[in-house]
């Protein structure tokens, strides 16, 4: 039998029989939290059929660029000392460097138009306006035929606050979706049964929320001819966002009686922290675990995973990451942020490796799933956080239409957009648009 302490056990604690105090041995109840072992988490031998699946895993504050961008470029780079780490799988990825977002305003809002490429501050007497990110659009195709048409999760719950987001997903009214940043809560979410009161309690709980959308549209459309033109306008943006919570309500609905997939939490560590610095290699471990088993289940086919907001993060020894990024062109600051981005691209290569060696139709999941991976900051050779030349790696979905193996440079100046990249990796995934954002294409030689 086995017993589990939520605070770790006092070396004071003493055995007592026959009169006599017996102090204990070091035991692993007594470490501190962060001193678990690593995750003995095994991939599974095959999903339940080939999909189409896309992961975006955003990292803040940038990375030690000088350490991450190769020297030359082609099918022939060589391999820089940060990508080094991911050498048995370069096969299966490309590395891309020069693009950005080019209406982005840089700092801290990196995160906010990573996947939407939107200038915040483009709407006249507004501090604010984002619009629709990428994943979402890729969602509304695939989220049909899965329990949850997309998962946001992050190290920090809910939405943040403007320039500090705490998800990357924007709906089509550029409103930030809210993450998940607890493995329990989010694994009880995906797979634990409801019982019957769940059941009765929930669909109690969406009626509820159906009446509030039907009150709100209700009056919305009355005050509508009472409006001017450029206040119509912007009340049909809120009402299109509206009808898009009134349609996943609906969607959530047909699902309440479908049984949630069998899975086994076993080697998953759901007691991990997000914001426990000792945690942090466990915690990003068991939410790529979880986003594993939702693709492999098909609960989901789109994910997106901030690993840290703007200004946040550590790195695997509890490191502060965004004081890092200030370097200032430091050569120790600059050794340390590399160290930060080899563990990243550590946990990044474990879960590219799980989806490798787990069966999907014909190939293996890897094949038709669309990794991304980077940054919406660049903090450069003396630590400025600029919107441009971020670093970015594009993993799988060869079956897709990718091509990997490569490193695509393009010129800084004069770069395309990093919205071509995002419609590359929409169209891959059917969505049926040739343009996004400001993208004047799809990226050269990705596809």
């Not at 550029?174 to 998940?180: A, R």
Request: charged share 20%; glycine share 10%; aromatic share 6%.
């Amino acid at each position: 039998m086995s017993f589990l302490f939520d605070q770790p056990l006092s070396r004071r604690h003493a055995l007592r029989g026959l009169g006599a105090a017996v102090s204990l041995p070091l035991l692993e109840a007594m470490l501190p939290r962060g001193w678990a072992a690593p995750s003995q988490f095994q991939p599974l031998g095959k999903s339940q059929g080939p999909k189409p699946r896309m992961i975006c895993c955003y990292v803040p504050n940038g990375v030690n660029i000088l350490e991450w961008m190769p020297k030359d470029k082609g099918k022939d780079y060589t391999l820089s000392p940060t990508l080094e780490v991911l050498k048995d799988l370069r096969q299966d990825f490309s590395v891309i460097t020069g693009i950005g977002h080019p209406a982005s305003q840089g700092g801290h809002s990196g995160a906010d138009t990573w996947l939407t490429g939107a200038d915040l501050k483009a709407t006249p007497g507004s501090d604010y306006t984002n619009s629709v990110s990428v994943d979402q659009l890729v969602a509304e195709v695939h989220g049909k035929q899965t329990r949850f048409p997309s998962l946001q999760l992050a190290d920090g719950s809910g939405t943040g606050s403007a320039g500090h987001s705490h998800t990357l997903s924007f709906d089509r009214a550029g409103t930030p979706m809210p993450s998940e940043n607890s493995p329990r809560r989010l694994f009880e979410r995906l797979f634990v049964p409801e019982s019957s009161a769940d059941r009765a309690a929930t669909l109690k709980r969406y009626a509820e929320k159906k009446s509030i959308l039907d009150s709100v549209l209700a009056e919305a459309n009355s005050l509508h001819s009472k409006l001017g033109k450029p206040d119509q306008r912007k009340l049909d943006e809120y009402l299109s966002s509206v009808r898009e919570t009134e349609q996943r309500v609906q969607r959530l609905e047909t699902w309440v009686d479908v049984p949630k997939p069998k899975v086994d939490s076993n080697h998953l560590q759901l007691n991990s922290q997000p914001g426990n610095a000792h945690d942090r290699p466990m915690w990003i471990d068991v939410m790529l675990e979880l986003s594993y088993l939702a693709f492999l289940t098909d609960t989901t086919r789109v994910i997106t995973y901030e690993w840290s907001r703007e200004a946040g993060g550590y790195g695997g020894g509890g490191e502060n990451h965004h004081e890092l990024s200030h370097h200032g062109g430091d050569a120790g600051m600059l050794k340390k942020l590399g160290v930060i981005d080899r563990f990243h691209l550590e946990r990044l290569g474990r879960f590219i490796k799980f989806l490798k060696s787990t069966e999907d139709g014909d190939g293996n999941m890897l094949d038709r799933t669309i990794v991304m991976f980077g940054s919406g900051m660049n903090s450069g050779t003396g630590g400025e956080h600029s919107p441009k030349n971020l670093p970015t790696l594009l993993a799988g979905g060869h079956k897709l239409g990718l091509r990997h193996g490569q490193h695509l440079a393009f010129e800084v100046s004069g770069h395309p957009p990093m919205s071509n990249m995002l419609l590359t990796m929409a169209q891959k995934m059917g969505v049926e648009t040739d343009k996004f954002r400001d993208s004047t294409g799809t990226l050269n030689g990705l596809a």
